[in-house]
């Protein structure tokens, strides 16, 4: 008989305490020994590749430049919905934890792990069992986490700007025990009020679309100049924040955690390649002109426009 698929830990009312692997400042009196305590206000749902709610600091005054809200992103392999189902793996039960915890404590989880971070090693994934695909979930969830606090350290200078405020990298024990392979890694953000560009008809007159569906693809060119190349850019991760009613809504870009970099690149011509394949601009640009119906217009910039031979090549005919 099959064991009953757990429930969500994360539900609003519950603490947690995170522990700070980088980042906030030492002296904060809501810091003890490198743990913060937060309370979970509420869940942004469906989870996907993480679960994502937002906080409130507690055992102290919060520093100014974050608040008292924070978004929470775990990178909780167990509970992402959409990780799971991506890869074809079952929800969590409580014989994928006894199988999991068993796999830890006996070593080799850390000898798989470290043949999955092996790139010259070809894994059989037909061959694993359930312990092996929730080892798996736990290093692509790791790979996540580090991805994106990769890209906030690579968009400091726009923080606060163009993207959240990143405070810390952090993670919380799910297992009761000091074992790395048992953490659940996450990042504390700025919480951002406001909505999705996806919801722009039913935010803002149509008079303001165009100006706002530009400055998106400013700002997502702008985070490209700082050698980030985003392969999750879509309306949905696009957050528009109206400060006062007689301004612009300020336009913020989420969501880091699939990301590539400058450095991943032996050239600039390869970069070039890779950022006009993925055409992140476009990925705002023709998606929004297409839902608003002809009410906004998108001419590509080409600022990454890649004249290799195979992007110069329409079917065979240059």
């Known amino acids: 008989m099959d064991c009953p698929q757990h429930s969500l830990p994360y539900e609003a009312g519950k603490t947690l305490t995170l522990r700070i692997n980088q980042g906030l400042p030492q002296d904060v009196a809501s810091i003890t020994d490198l743990e913060i305590g937060v309370k979970i206000i509420s869940l942004i749902e469906p989870s996907t590749l993480s679960c994502v709610m937002v906080v409130e600091s507690l055992g102290g005054s919060a520093p100014a430049k974050y608040g008292e ?3 929470l992103k775990l990178y909780d392999w167990r509970y992402a919905t959409q990780l799971r189902q991506d890869h074809k793996i079952d929800p969590w039960t409580q ?22 971070d092996d790139d010259t ?14 080892a798996y979930l736990f290093a ?3 790979d996540l ?36 392979l048992f953490e659940v890694q996450g990042i504390l953000v700025e919480f951002i009020g406001g909505y999705s560009l996806s919801k722009l008809a039913q935010e803002e007159p149509e ?15 702008l985070i490209g100049d700082h050698g980030v190349l985003n392969e999750d850019v879509k309306p949905h991760n696009i957050i528009l924040r109206r400060q006062a009613m007689t301004v612009a809504p300020e336009v913020f870009v989420i969501d880091f955690a699939q990301c590539r970099f400058r450095g ?55």
């Not at 055409?279 to 990454?304: Q, T």
Request: some cysteine.
């Open 264 to 318: 991943d690149y032996d050239t600039e011509a390869g970069w070039k390649h890779e950022k006009w394949v993925e055409d992140e601009e476009g990925a705002i640009g023709y998606v929004m002109a297409h839902r608003l119906k002809g009410a906004v217009e998108y001419k590509p910039s080409d600022c990454y426009r890649c004249e290799c031979l195979k992007c110069t090549t329409v079917d065979g005919v240059e």
């Open 95 to 116: 014989s994928h934890e006894d199988a999991y915890r068993e796999f830890v404590e006996n070593g080799e989880a850390a000898k798989f792990i470290a043949t999955l």
């Open 207 to 221: 008079s303001t679309w165009q100006s706002i569906c530009d400055e998106a693809i400013r700002t997502i060119n």
């Open 145 to 180: 986490h580090s991805c994106e606090v990769k890209a906030y350290a690579h968009l400091k200078d726009l923080q606060g700007k163009s993207v959240p405020q990143f405070f810390a990298s952090v993670h919380v024990n799910a297992f009761s025990t000091n074992n790395s």
């Open 69 to 71: 809200l924070s978004i």
């Open 140 to 142: 692509f969830s790791r």
């Open 121 to 134: 090693d070809e894994t059989d994934d037909r061959l694993w069992d359930t312990a092996h695909d929730d």
